[in-house]
Antibody, heavy 121, light 109 residues
């Protein structure tokens, strides 16, 4: 059974930092792209970042570029999102999701339960 | 960046009725890499359809996707009580950003 579990959320002051973790199991983690998607309270889904299977390719939404860093540890089956210089508008539930693997991309087929990040003084 | 526009914003129907949700892209979606997700309050999104028309394992056959290029449709043939939720379309083709539509809220009439 595939499991995706995020952790590391919480309340942080504007300008602060937070690192989210996403631990996965039930599939060969090192074969898949991984993504972070966020959802502000009462709003829609917004793609944040992606990382390829070996961690050599990363992409970011313009809104987080230069402030967020995605990374992975394939030995630990974990993907991370380091968030620096946080702003109030970064307040959201952050989801980790599995992307494409060895075959044809199938969208984001497995998601974690999400972790809430609140940026407020 | 490909913009996705979903319509209607809210759809009010009764169980047993047919639901038709639309998603229009601002430019062609590469290889029809268009997905549909269902999201219920307090839950993560769930993938229903990928590649515009392929159902994910475990999704009932009352859900179907169609379309190509810039116009896509999610159809729910006969609504069950558990189908009332928010639905998002999502393009995951070629290069990021991988945009989502703003969502259609399917509510009970």
């Amino acid at each position: 059974e595939v499991q995706v579990v995020e952790s590391g959320g919480g309340l942080v002051q504007p300008g602060g930092s937070l690192r989210l973790s996403c631990a996965v199991s039930g599939f060969t983690f090192s074969n898949y792209w991984m993504h972070w998607v966020r959802q502000a309270p009462g709003k829609g889904l917004v793609w944040v970042s992606r990382l390829n299977s070996d961690g050599s390719i990363t992409n970011y939404a313009d809104s987080v570029k230069g402030r967020f860093t995605i990374s992975r540890d394939n030995a630990k089956n974990t993907v991370y999102l380091q968030m620096n210089s946080l702003r109030a508008e970064d307040t959201a539930v952050y989801y980790c999701a599995r992307g494409g693997g060895l075959g044809t991309p199938r969208g984001f087929d497995y998601w974690g339960q999400g972790v809430l990040v609140t940026v407020s003084s | 960046e490909i913009m996705l526009t979903q319509s209607p914003g809210t759809l009010s129907l009764s169980p047993g009725e047919r639901a038709t949700l639309s998603c229009r892209a601002s430019q062609n979606v590469i290889s029809n890499y268009l997905a549909w997700y269902q999201q219920k309050p307090g839950q993560a999104p769930r993938l229903l359809i990928y590649g515009a028309s392929s159902r994910t394992t475990g999704i009932p056959d009352r859900f179907s996707g169609s379309g190509s290029g810039t116009d896509f449709t999610l159809t729910i043939s006969r609504l069950e009580p558990e189908d009332f939720a928010v639905y998002y379309c999502h393009q995951y083709g070629s290069s990021p950003p991988y945009t989502f539509g703003q969502g259609t809220n399917l509510e009970i009439k």
